[in-house]
């Protein structure tokens, strides 16, 4: 098919009689608008894993995001330009980009599609929430990698959080209150999550009033991400 006959059908030919059959994307369910869209955009990487899409599950289809006839972006005729189409729906999200800490999507420095594949990826647990259609790997942590390359290993030795849960048990992805997007202002309250139990902590940590030692743990473990020398993450 070509023109009007691809999208519409057979029917676009003769718009005028309503005895031939026209496919109407105004009025038809969100389900076939995008099998319509699939018939020519199911192949390559980008779409490939459309049928497990979030945004699919959730009635999303290709025309809640792009327009075929009255596009504002010349490429991916998009109906907005990121990250204002995002944000239509992830109100959360945009909350978070405009927090003191954040990534710099608002500054055009990062897009959300340099991190998440919209048309889908499926979606995988990573500790106590799903990653959302992340690129590049399943538990999200690679596509953190593709800026954060110093951060990635392989170590001798690994920090058990960041192998097991990976880059979220510390860090808020999209943007926090507190500094490098950390969960927690105070750091040693962010390592006592895990280590409580953990033999030999210092005094000074486990004291309530300890604002003379902001910080502790790390002043000494400083390889938090991993280290090639000490298992302590000493150096």
Known sequence: MQGCEACHGPGAEHADDPSKSLFDFKTEKSEAITARCLTCH?????????????????????????????????????????????????????????????????????????CHNQHGTGGVLEGDHLVRQVRTSSSGDVVCFKCHVDKQGPFVFEHAAVRLEGCGSCHIAHG????????????????????????????????????????????????????????????
């Open 42 to 114: 199911a192949s390559g990487t980008e779409h490939i894993s459309a049928s497990n899409s979030f945004h699919r599950q959730h009635d999303v289809n290709c025309t809640s995001c792009h327009s075929m006839h009255h596009a504002t972006t010349q490429e991916h005729l998009l109906i907005k330009a990121e990250p204002a189409l995002c944000y239509s729906c992830h109100l959360q999200q945009k909350a978070q980009f405009d927090m003191p800490f954040h990534h710099r999507v608002n500054e055009g420095l990062v897009t959300c599609t340099d």
């Open 176 to 235: 926090g209150a507190n500094a490098h997007m950390l969960k927690y202002s105070n750091v040693d309250l962010l390592c006592l999550q895990c280590h409580t139990n953990s033999p030999g902590i210092h005094a000074t940590v486990m004291d309530a009033n300890q604002s003379h030692y902001e910080q502790a743990c790390v002043n000494c473990h400083v390889k938090i991400h991993g280290s090639n020398f000490d298992g302590l993450l000493d150096r």
